[in-house]
């Protein structure tokens, strides 16, 4: 249980704090990236459709999953500094006020 939770927990943390950075994905003869939006949502599906569409053994491992990743997304939001923004997707702003 431990470390599959662990695991779901700095998925979670991650997709708070980076929604948008490209995660690479390596397949068989391919280098593929997506947002890791994208990436962690789509694991995250996954997870749900084992857990609706298995066994009872299965479902004791996809719900440590999940429990892993809301409590690691709660402890993410509760420890990380005030000012880090979180769920930042757009690009950074440029300010041009000093401009002449």
Request: charged residues 10%; hydrophobic residues 50%; proline residues 5%.
């Amino acid at each position: 249980i431990g470390a599959q939770g662990s695991v779901s927990g700095v998925l979670a943390a991650y997709l708070m704090l980076k929604p948008c950075e490209p995660v690479a994905i390596a397949l068989p003869g391919l280098d593929v990236r997506f947002a890791s939006y994208w990436a962690i949502g789509s694991w995250i599906l996954l997870q749900l459709f084992q857990f609706l569409w298995h066994g009872e053994a299965e479902s004791f491992t996809t719900l440590s999953q999940a429990g892993g990743a809301i409590g690691g997304a709660l402890a993410f939001w509760l420890l990380c500094p005030r000012e880090t923004e979180l769920f930042q997707c757009l690009p950074a702003r440029i300010d041009h006020s000093g401009d002449a």
